[in-house]
T-cell receptor
Framework: DVKVTQSSRYLVKRTGEKVFLECVQD?????MFWYRQDPGLGLRLIYF???????EKGDIPEGYSVSREKKERFSLILESASTNQTSMYLC?????????????FGPGTRLTVT | SQQGEEDPQALSIQEGENATMNCSYK?????LQWYRQNSGRGLVHLIL?????REKHSGRLRVTLDTSKKSSSLLITASRAADTASYFC?????????FGKGITLSVRP
């Protein structure tokens, strides 16, 4: 089974802190995605990557950056956390050539910024 | 902007009953997918239906797609308490995957 793991299930950070959310998948997937999930808004795509060193902006990239130095790892960075970034963050991956089909999700990181 | 809109927002049924959830969308699509999310967890891909398909089955799941009405339905037959979760439709259009806001399904034992 594909496994997508995220470094923390719950995280509490202070406003202005730099925050790293790590995501690792173990099935050699080329495609990786970061979403945030908020009540009443569903899932919104922040960034995605179809290869190492490659990144593309999603629908809501402002305030975030990403890093993909290795194929299995995709990191989401909040350069200066703000309270409106309190959310559930979900990482996903998919098979080569599948891109938008059948994504495998991690368990999520619930981030609270105080 | 949201592409898929699920209906109803919440559904409560008795174990053994069938659950029907609907999804409507605005623009033409390449495919439509349904995902399940158990409380506080990540999403799990359930089933995909392509724009040239009308119906697909997977175990107790049946998905239909009506492109003329721009709508899809997910039917879960003989529901179980373990089916309690949030269900999301997601559409692929113009190389973009867009999730709806989700339906909360509660199955009472």
């Amino acid at each position: 089974d594909v496994k997508v793991t995220q470094s923390s299930r719950y995280l509490v950070k202070r406003t202005g802190e730099k925050v790293f959310l790590e995501c690792v998948q173990d099935m050699d997937h080329e495609n990786m995605f970061w979403y945030r999930q908020d009540p009443g808004l569903g899932l919104r795509l922040i960034y995605f990557s179809y290869d190492v060193k490659m990144k593309e902006k999603g629908d809501i990239p402002e305030g975030y950056s990403v890093s993909r130095e290795k194929k299995e790892r995709f990191s989401l960075i909040l350069e200066s956390a703000s309270t409106n970034q309190t959310s559930m963050y979900l990482c996903a991956s998919s098979r080569p050539g599948q891109g938008l089909i059948g994504q495998y999700f991690g368990p999520g990181t619930r981030l609270t910024v105080t | 902007s949201q592409q898929g809109e699920e209906d109803p927002q919440a559904l409560s049924i008795q174990e053994g009953e069938n659950a029907t959830m609907n999804c409507s969308y605005k623009t033409s699509i390449n495919n439509l997918q349904w995902y399940r999310q158990n409380s506080g967890r990540g999403l799990v891909h359930l089933i995909l239906i392509r724009s040239n398909e009308r119906e697909k089955h997977s175990g107790r799941l049946r998905v239909t797609l009506d492109t003329s009405k721009k709508s899809s339905s997910l039917l879960i037959t003989a529901s179980r308490a373990a089916d309690t979760a949030s269900y999301f439709c997601a559409t692929v259009s113009n190389s973009k995957l867009t999730f709806g806001k989700g339906i909360t399904l509660s199955v009472r034992p």
